[in-house]
């Protein structure tokens, strides 16, 4: 039971790059999130999903777009990467009806 | 929308002495919760909160839920040097929008 697992750790992108980031959870749970942590401000909600097929945005969701096509596994994509999405980005899940979220180790992006 | 907001943003304590930080939200909340980051870490429940005035308590740290579910505190008695970290409080809205506050970095003198 590997709890929830993010992919990659660690990246590097050049200004104007795409990539996507991976959150996988194998505890069958309905709720997926996706938040970016930079210092000083907390964790801050990118988009969420309360669903297979649902997506919802949060308080910064531009740049960024994502899609929950199976239950257990929630992407985040970059289309062009700038230097302000610079940040670690945490991916979080929760049970319906049950009570904590639980995150991944999450991803460290630096965009040069 | 939705804000929540923790001060203060550092808490320096000298190892043995108590501690509170404070979470305040903009909105009325069905619930909140309570998570720990340890440096290098990611955050970790702790505890949730759901009824008016309800106080929990854990060891040596002390949950309360405001009258008004508006606001919430943790405090932490006889800090020790396991208690670093950073400490953040998440209101639950409709939509299960979980929105977390800029949390409480806590340091430790020993």
């Known amino acids: 039971n590997a709890g929830v697992t993010q992919t990659p750790k660690f990246r590097v992108l050049k200004t104007g790059q795409s990539m996507t980031l991976l959150c996988a959870q194998d505890?069958?749970?309905?709720?997926m999130y996706w938040y970016r942590q930079d210092p000083g401000m907390g964790l801050r909600l990118i988009h969420y999903?309360?669903?297979?097929?649902?997506?919802a945005k949060g308080e910064v969701p531009d740049g960024y777009n994502v899609s929950r096509l199976k239950k257990q596994n929630f992407l985040l994509g970059l289309e062009s990467a700038a230097p302000s999405q610079t940040s670690v980005y945490f991916c979080a899940s929760i049970h319906q009806g049950q009570l904590e979220a639980f995150f991944g180790q999450g991803t460290r992006l630096t965009v040069v | 929308g939705q804000q929540v907001m923790q001060i203060p943003q550092y808490q320096h304590v000298q190892e043995g002495e108590d501690f509170t930080t404070y979470c305040n939200s903009s909105?009325?909340?069905?619930?909140i919760q309570w998570y720990k980051q340890r440096p290098g870490g990611h955050p970790v429940f702790l505890i949730q909160l759901v009824k008016s005035g309800e106080v929990k308590k854990q060891k040596r740290l002390t949950f309360q839920f405001g009258e008004a579910k508006k606001n919430s505190s943790l405090h932490i008695t006889a800090t020790q040097t396991t208690d670093v970290g950073t400490y953040f409080c998440a209101g639950r809205a409709a939509g299960n929008k979980l929105t977390f506050g800029g949390g409480t970095r806590v340091l430790v003198k020993p």
């Open positions: 909105t009325t909340l069905s619930n």
């Open positions: 505890m069958n749970h309905e709720y």
């Open positions: 999903s309360v669903g297979e097929g649902t997506t």
